[in-house]
């Protein structure tokens, strides 16, 4: 109930009615190298989050971006030995840290086009070279727009989610 309820307040930030599937979990991190400095994009409770720590050789290496107070609360105190920020993810794609890797729960979908174009050029510049960016989405609505960024992309999906979701990894060119 607690995540429905988020949703229904905040549709165009939450973006789904319940937390990531395993499924959905295991296709975020299965490109994630061990070792890689990685930022989460909306980590909610840490559905997906349970995966890139369970993925990393160190969970240190993980820093989330969460702009619900609530809910970067509940994920720090899930998570302990990571950085949990409670900033817009725009703050912290304008600053100068780089990333291995990029994993995003953000609802680009309900973004105007605009907006949405700018933080995927912010993504792309705080990746390393050949670092990876991998989000999810219920549409594939955003699949040609991180094509024109990224070169190319690929794409998979799980029914076993709720709902059924497409997962796009794009890759730094070196």
Request: hydrophobic share 40%; proline share 6%; net charge positive.
């Amino acid at each position: 109930m607690f995540w429905l309820t988020k949703f229904f307040k905040a549709p165009k930030t939450i973006g789904s009615i319940a937390p990531s599937s395993n499924s959905l979990g295991h296709l975020m991190v299965k490109n994630l190298p061990f070792n890689a400095k990685t930022l989460e994009l909306g980590p909610g409770t840490g559905a997906i989050t349970t995966h890139i720590t369970a993925k990393l050789s160190d969970p240190s290496l993980l820093t989330c971006a969460e702009s619900d107070s609530q809910l970067a609360a509940i994920c720090q105190n899930k998570f302990p030995n990571i950085t949990v920020l409670n900033q817009d993810i725009q703050q912290i794609l304008n600053s100068n840290h780089s990333f291995d890797a990029i994993i995003s729960g953000i609802p680009f979908a309900a973004m105007k086009p605009k907006h949405r174009n700018q933080l995927f050029h912010l993504i792309h510049q705080r990746l390393t070279p050949g670092g990876t960016f991998t989000m999810f989405q219920y549409s594939m609505l955003t699949r040609q727009e991180l094509r024109n960024i990224f070169g190319k992309l690929t794409t998979d999906f799980t029914l076993f989610n709720l709902p059924p979701a497409f997962v796009f990894t794009c890759r730094k060119q070196q």
